[in-house]
């Protein structure tokens, strides 16, 4: 681009046109601003400088008459911002140079005096942290949310089996409780990460100021703890160059997005009429617009999509971070629009999966009808001849081959062959190996701690109904 007179604008920066005697070219300009998302956290910026405002004054580097009158704009500042009368200016960057060019036209010096000992760059890291902690309290509601919803439907279900699965091949029967709270066991972790970057972001970067601190005598214990802060962070260089709390956040959303996106597809294949497990109700399903008979689970497979934005903001801030040297370099301006989609993107994708839990509803007795099938009691078998019998467990593996082989080449399920064909495997199999081949009594008899068994699952999805309530 060239630099001509017509892609400049006339006047130098506001703030730093002591130095400048013209304003940025156009495209300068455009590929400078990020007032465009980062208006995002104006309450995080107002708040930051209302508390740094107050330290000031509190250790008389402001007077008493200037905190008062910032005080004031600033609250009109914010009424204007909610009230969407505020005029966001490109040519003033970002919020920060926004709310102070805006307090200062309201108040004048007092306005001027607010940016004493601070720095945009101590200041943008404090509001980010701010706002990505706001996020992190927010999404972990969205998911305590969640896990309620999925502890309920596992309540519901916690007798009715569904084929289990590995390698999508039907495995052993399970009940369908047991499956949702799978779920709610991944959650659980998320929120664990969520709490984990929470206490590590906490730490308060303002009064690090551009890199190296201050001269004034500031108080920096007084500032964290009026936003809400442990404590202030220790070393200013890191304070303004450290993104590992955006990071954090994307790495457990990433991971979250992902455990979202398994039971998206699980829903998916649930509610394909091959399947036909469960049924979504309109409020979660959309039409073709040619084939009549249709009823897509779209939510679902957006849900399932959305984990590449999330992972792609992970995968993109770390690569915005990888090669920057100390201290702030304007490359970290890229950190927020990937955490702000990504926040939106899990926020939207936890609404629908909460709506889409709390919607659907279970053909238990289809579910039970396969659970049974692919003979999925197999390893009952096996295990009587183990309990009874006293077979080697590897004997009784082999007998079982053979006779799923034979009930195979017969066309039936193992509860299909007579007594006799059984005993011409295995001779010591009596009539009591038919009360294993049920799939009620194979989900009742895993009852070891974790287990499948009805009486476990109930008592889990109690344990996480009363964690939640
Ligand atoms: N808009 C900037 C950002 O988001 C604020 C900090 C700018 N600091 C600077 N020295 N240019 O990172």
Redesign the pocket.
């Known amino acids: 681009m060239s630099d001509t007179p017509d892609l400049r604008n006339a006047d130098a920066n506001q703030q730093w046109g002591g130095r400048f005697a013209a304003g940025p070219s156009v495209v300068m300009q455009e590929i400078n601003a ?1 007032i465009g998302f ?1 208006r995002k956290m104006w309450r995080q910026d107002i708040k930051g400088s209302l508390a740094h405002a107050a330290m000031l004054a509190r250790l008389g580097i402001l007077s008493a008459e200037d905190l008062a009158a910032i005080r004031q704009g600033l609250a009109d500042i914010a009424a204007e911002i909610d009230a969407g009368r505020f005029a966001f200016e490109d040519t003033l ?2 919020i ?1 140079m926004n709310v102070e060019a805006r307090l200062t036209e309201r108040i004048g010096d007092a306005g001027r005096r607010l940016h004493t000992a601070r ?3 101590d ?2 890291a404090t509001d980010f942290r701010l706002w990505v902690r706001d996020a992190i309290d927010g999404l972990d509601f969205q998911v305590a949310d969640l896990m309620r919803a999925l502890a309920d439907r596992a309540a519901q279900h916690a007798a009715d089996p569904m084929p289990g699965f590995t390698h999508l091949q039907t495995a052993q029967p399970v009940t369908f409780g047991h499956h949702l709270l799978a779920y709610v066991e991944m959650l659980a972790r998320d929120r664990g990460r969520l709490a984990d970057a929470r206490r590590r972001l906490n730490e308060c970067p303002l009064g690090s100021a ?1 890199l190296a601190g201050t001269s004034f005598p500031i108080d920096r214990e007084m500032t964290a703890k009026a936003l809400g802060f442990d404590r202030p962070t220790a070393n200013s260089l890191d304070a303004v160059s450290d993104r590992d709390f955006a990071l954090e956040f994307l790495a457990a959303a990433a991971i979250s997005a992902m455990h979202l996106s398994r039971l998206a597809e699980e829903i998916i294949i649930w509610c394909s009429a091959p399947f036909g497990f469960i049924r979504l109700s309109d409020a979660f399903t959309t039409g073709s617009s040619i084939m009549p008979q249709k009823r897509n689970p779209d939510a679902a497979e957006l849900v399932r999509a959305k984990t590449g934005r999330v992972n792609g903001a992970l995968i993109g801030l770390l690569t915005v971070m990888k090669g920057l040297p100390m201290a ?1 370099a ?1 490359d ?2 890229e ?2 629009e990937q955490a702000f989609d990504a926040a939106e993107a899990w926020e939207l994708c936890l609404a629908a999966m909460t709506g889409m839990v709390r919607d659907m509803t279970a053909d238990t007795a289809r579910m039970r009808g396969f659970a049974g099938s692919g003979f999925a009691t197999a390893t009952d078998l096996a295990d009587w001849l183990v309990r009874v019998l006293r077979l080697p467990f590897r004997t009784a593996h082999h007998v079982t081959g053979r006779l799923v082989a034979m009930a195979e080449a017969k066309g039936v399920d193992l509860a299909g062959l007579t007594l006799a064909e059984m005993q011409a495997v295995e001779p010591g199999i009596t009539q009591a190996i038919f009360d294993v081949l049920t799939v009620d009594a194979s989900v009742a008899s895993r009852t070891s701690f974790g287990g499948t068994a009805p009486a476990n699952v109930a008592a889990q999805a109690a344990r996480w109904q009363a964690a939640l309530a």
């Open positions: 990020s980062d960057e970002d920060h720095s945009r760059n200041q943008v551009a702030y304007k970290m301006q950190d927020k």
